[in-house]
């Protein structure tokens, strides 16, 4: 055969033969392989590492609808493994701040061997602010990339060939395709800074599967006095540091949606009836005291509006009324413990929702809860009256008078007693005695109306009901419109009326349906 002939016929068969080694099926025997071993020993929980972008957004939302609130202090997270140089520490600080972008819910303190410029700075301007103790965050976190399995399954296929046809001029090909999965692994935890102890349950492990693929040809030909090199080449592959980030970012939502106990699974897609979350929401519920429940209740009925944030330690008659009206709100029948069950439909519940119910149902269980007995006390042979109040439980009292020509004023408290706050078992006397009086009219009723509530309405009542006690309140001509004033303070309330007129043994007295 002519030499000439024979080198484009051996090139044509020698790029098919190449062309299906480019074409072989790498990926498929190595996925098969890393699913193999990934029941094996390695970690429990794997999660498809993606983007986190929209999962930081919502945990931004959750943190703000539950209240939380934390501080904590970032130490260096190393690459245990020298095998992933990423910025790993800055990673974890950016994700925190997308993640309270709104709520603000975690102050976050960077602080380690990459500071020490700041705090030389610092230092030198005399400027210790930074470093009293009252800043010192609650928790620290602390971890590593702690694992990096390379070519934990790999797949190869190649071919080559060389063709000499004279001394100086010659005829080389080669193709090849692989297929490899590393697995990187990032542990954290949290710590608190009164102890340097670990926070139990607090923490995060996931582990990322990095498949990378590569596919090339290369090619060199030499002709007469002309070399000519020739290579073309591309590979495809999830980058490492990318990997990284991702698993930063999974990480710290997770770590911290643990440490505030708020149901971080919701933003990464998670159901809670998921065994894994399952199982963590009763490890959250057996893990706390009662304090520490009690705690957690007051902060989330405290964001709720349903417990006043007044900075003062929580009335416990109000707390007990809120968190039954939360509870109930929930669809759960109230038994006065911090049960499972409760916690379970804490977090599936829709909070704003939740919300408009349980302030709802605060209303009706106030009016039965905070009522109060009244009676009618006749006094200078029924020429006067007077009333002996008994509260049923601990409540703030507020009484008005409506006289006969249908002025309205206040009449407790009043400059004699001062203190609107009344415990049950105290009879209080109105008008007390050798103060001022109530004639009733002889025909024209009189009506008394009470409201009691378990919050303080010191600084909430509109300034004409805040005004001099004993004098006609201006701009409230009616009980509907008294009413009305108390109703938009949002307060959980009862209330009461009697209706009074006659004089001596003609004295008649009525209670008022609300």
Not at 110 to 131: E, P
Not at 278 to 295: R, S, V
Not at 395 to 419: K, M, S
Request: glycine content about 8%; some cysteine; charged content about 20%.
């Amino acid at each position: 055969m002519n030499a000439r002939r024979a080198i484009p016929l051996c090139t044509s068969l020698l790029v098919t033969a190449l062309a299906g080694c480019s074409t072989a099926n790498t990926r498929a025997p190595v996925v098969g392989a890393y699913q193999d071993l990934r029941r094996g020993p390695m970690l429990p929980v794997e999660r498809t590492v993606t983007n986190f972008d929209d999962a930081l957004r919502c945990m931004d939302g959750l943190l703000e609808t539950y209240g939380a609130q934390a501080s904590i202090l970032v130490e260096n997270i190393d690459d245990k493994t020298q095998k992933v140089p990423a910025g790993t520490t800055d990673m974890f600080i950016t994700a925190m701040s997308q993640m309270t972008r709104r709520s603000r819910a975690i102050r976050t303190v960077a602080f380690g061997d990459d500071t020490k410029n700041l705090s030389s700075y610092m230092l030198q301007s005399n400027s210790l602010a930074a470093f009293q103790p009252e800043l010192i965050p609650t928790y620290a976190v602390r971890g590593s990339i702690t694992q990096f399995d390379d070519n934990l399954a790999k797949k190869t296929a190649d071919a080559g060939a060389t063709l000499g046809i004279a001394s100086k001029n010659f005829f080389g090909f080669g193709a090849s395709k692989s297929s490899s999965v590393n697995l990187i692994g990032l542990d954290l935890a949290a710590l608190r800074t009164s102890d340097f102890s670990v926070v139990p349950g607090v923490n995060a492990r996931n582990t990322a599967a990095v498949l990378q693929e590569g596919k090339g040809l290369d090619g060199e030909a030499a002709v007469s006095k002309l070399g000519v090199n020739f290579m073309t080449s591309f590979s495809k592959s999830d980058g490492k540091s990318v990997a990284v980030r991702n698993l930063v970012e999974l990480s710290a939502i997770e770590l911290i949606g643990k440490l505030n106990k708020v149901p971080y699974w919701r933003c990464l897609g998670i159901d809670s009836k998921q065994a894994d979350v399952a199982a963590e929401i009763e490890d959250w519920h057996n893990g706390m005291g009662g304090a520490e429940k009690l705690a957690f209740f007051v902060r989330h009925l405290t964001t709720l509006g349903l417990i006043p944030d007044d900075g003062k330690p929580t009335d416990p008659a109000r707390f007990k009324l809120a968190y039954q009206a939360y509870v109930e709100a929930l669809g759960i029948e109230y038994s006065g413990q911090f049960s499972l069950d409760v916690l379970r439909a804490h977090f599936d519940a829709d909070q704003a929702k939740v919300g408009e119910l349980a302030a709802a149902r605060m209303q009706g269980l106030a009016a039965t809860q905070l009522g109060l007995a009244i009676t009618v006390v006749p006094r200078d042979g029924g020429e006067q009256v007077g009333f002996r109040i008994d509260p049923t439980a601990k409540t703030h009292l507020y009484c008005f008078l409506r006289d006969e020509g249908g002025a309205i004023a206040r009449v407790y408290p009043n400059r004699w007693q001062r203190d609107a706050a009344v415990a049950p078992g105290t009879a209080l006397d109105l008008p007390p005695p050798g103060t001022f009086r109530i004639t009733p009219h002889a025909q024209a009723p009189q009506v008394l109306r009470c409201y009691t509530s378990p919050d303080s309405l010191a600084g909430k009542l509109p300034r004409a009901l805040a005004g001099p006690d004993l004098t006609p309140i201006r701009g409230v001509d009616s009980i509907d419109a008294l009413d009305a004033r108390f109703a938009a303070l949002g307060a959980p309330l009862a209330r009461i009326a009697i209706d009074f007129h006659g004089r001596g043994a003609g004295l008649v007295a009525n209670r008022l349906e609300n």
